[in-house]
């Protein structure tokens, strides 16, 4: 028998997705708060260039999370059609 291990980027389960995408939304929603100091300065500020790679970082992450979710979707809905 086969063990499979579960990888919550390439085989993400709709709870996965859920909470990833919240951590995510909170996660941006606060470093931007703490960058512009809640709304009163420039986002775009050359002093916060490491903070944009982790919400870039973040952001991509994210979406892998998301495409991998629905790209098996597809694939298991198509599977169990035929």
Avoid at 49 to 69: E, P, V
């Amino acid at each position: 028998m086969e063990t499979v291990k579960r990888n919550f980027v390439k085989n993400p389960t709709r709870k996965n997705l859920i909470l990833f995408t919240l951590l995510w939304f909170v996660g941006i929603f606060l470093l931007t708060l703490s960058i512009t100091d809640i709304f009163s300065e420039s986002f775009f500020q050359k002093k916060h260039i490491m903070i944009y790679f982790l919400m870039i970082g973040s952001t991509i992450a994210t979406a892998k999370i998301q495409i991998n979710y629905w790209k098996n979707k597809n694939l298991n809905s198509h599977s169990n059609v035929e």
